[in-house]
């Protein structure tokens, strides 16, 4: 199935499954700390604004179906971050554990570079999310931290694992 696999800039006719795979994330995992599913709209705008600033949107695409998609955004608004992203990755649930997350950010990891970022993040929603934990270590993420209880999803408290990339290595 890997050998299927394309992964590619995403274009705004993918965003009806982009969203429809988010949703998913939202009402069903900690991996997002959203609770409510944002609409087509609410994604074309946030498409918009990833892209306009020049950050890499990929998708994962089987055949011509979109099984995953990844980008890189900033860290925090303020300058004196601008050479830090922060990445995001999600898969569809049927696709999940299948290699597809791993063949995203290596392309999202090479993306950024060539666009001079020094450093990636990964704020991974839930210490309990092995799968994207070590999805980032086998990539050569590093574990920084863990900020407890900072989010309140599904009537518990969920804690945030931060890893670090340096793309300069």
């Keep these: ?8 800039v995403a274009r705004f006719e993918d965003l009806s499954a982009i969203q ?3 949703a998913h994330h939202v009402l069903n995992g ?3 700390f959203e609770e409510t599913p944002p609409t087509i709209e609410d ?7 990833i892209t306009a600033d020049g950050f890499p949107f990929l998708v994962a695409r089987l055949t011509d179906k979109v099984i995953g998609y990844a980008y890189a955004s900033h860290f925090r608004e303020r300058s004196a971050y601008r050479f830090t ?3 995001s990755i999600y898969i569809d649930k049927q696709y999940q554990g299948s290699g597809v997350g791993s063949m995203l950010l290596k392309e999202l ?3 950024c570079k060539q666009r001079g970022y020094l450093q990636m993040l990964a704020l991974i929603g839930d210490s309990n999310n092995r799968g994207s934990v070590n999805l980032h270590k086998k990539h050569g993420f590093e574990l920084i931290g863990i900020m407890k209880n900072v989010g309140y999803k599904f009537e518990k408290f969920v804690d945030v694992v931060v890893m670090q990339l340096d793309l300069e290595v």
């Design 1 to 8: 199935m890997a050998s299927e696999i394309k992964i590619e």
């Design 85 to 87: 992203v922060e990445d």
């Design 43 to 49: 994604m074309e705008k946030r498409f918009d604004k």
């Design 20 to 22: 429809a795979i988010y």
């Design 30 to 32: 900690l991996g997002t």
């Design 109 to 111: 990891i090479v993306s």
